[in-house]
């Protein structure tokens, strides 16, 4: 997807200074200068990159996860994702290796449904969600921090759950949209 850039609205980077630097994200503290000519400060965090993908099963199920996620307290239902392994990560195959290794699937067929940018006020995170289907059951690799159920849930039960508020997940909810009208549900 092509950035629209509009010179009236575009700040500059005067100054920026890394205040973290963490395993997965990176803190700056930007100064810029505003279309106005003023000048501001920006907390802007920097990621890798991410994928995630919606596996849908010849009838219609999808392959979904129950997690644990610390900073919600809570278990959530999500599309199998993770970050990319590097910045110039071939983003398919960092999609096929997270589905593979969270979930033990792999699937004969790829649909790159587009870019999601989960908090663009603040971090410049950027999610390609892929559709797979042909799928085939192979051998699960979790990491050894990384505990989660798989479930298979229909894709309309799936919708439902995202229209009532039950998925709260952001990216969850745009692939399981998108998928369903991709495929027609």
Same mark, same amino acid.
């Given at each position: ?75 959530? +239902?999500? @599309?199998? !994702?993770? #970050?990319?392994?590097?910045?110039? &990560?071939?983003?398919?195959? %960092? =999609? ?6 969270? +979930?033990? @699937?792999? !699937?004969? #067929?790829?649909?790159?449904?587009? &870019?999601?940018?989960?908090? %663009? =006020? ?18 699960? &690799? ?44």
């Amino acid at each position: 997807m092509e950035k629209q850039f509009f010179d009236n609205l575009a700040e500059k980077t005067i100054a920026s200074e890394e205040v973290f630097d963490g395993r997965i994200l990176h803190l700056f503290n930007d100064r810029v200068e505003l279309p106005n000519g003023h000048e501001s400060t920006r907390e802007v965090i920097r990621h890798v990159g991410a994928v995630a993908v919606v596996p849908v099963t010849d009838d219609g199920k999808v392959v979904i996860e129950r997690q644990f996620r610390y900073p919600l307290n809570a278990v959530i +239902t999500e @599309i199998p !994702a993770g #970050k990319l392994d590097g910045p110039d &990560e071939d983003r398919l195959e %960092a =999609a096929k290796r997270e589905l593979r290794e969270e +979930t033990g @699937i792999t !699937a004969d #067929k790829w649909i790159d449904m587009g &870019e999601y940018y989960p908090a %663009a =006020a603040y971090c410049d995170e950027k999610l390609n969600i892929y559709l797979a289907t042909g799928l085939h059951n192979s051998e699960q &690799e979790l990491d050894d921090d990384e505990f989660l159920n798989i479930e298979m849930v229909p894709l309309e039960e799936l919708v439902n759950e995202v229209m009532e508020g039950k998925i709260t997940d952001g990216k969850t909810q745009v692939g399981i949209m998108k998928a369903a009208r991709m495929l027609g549900k």
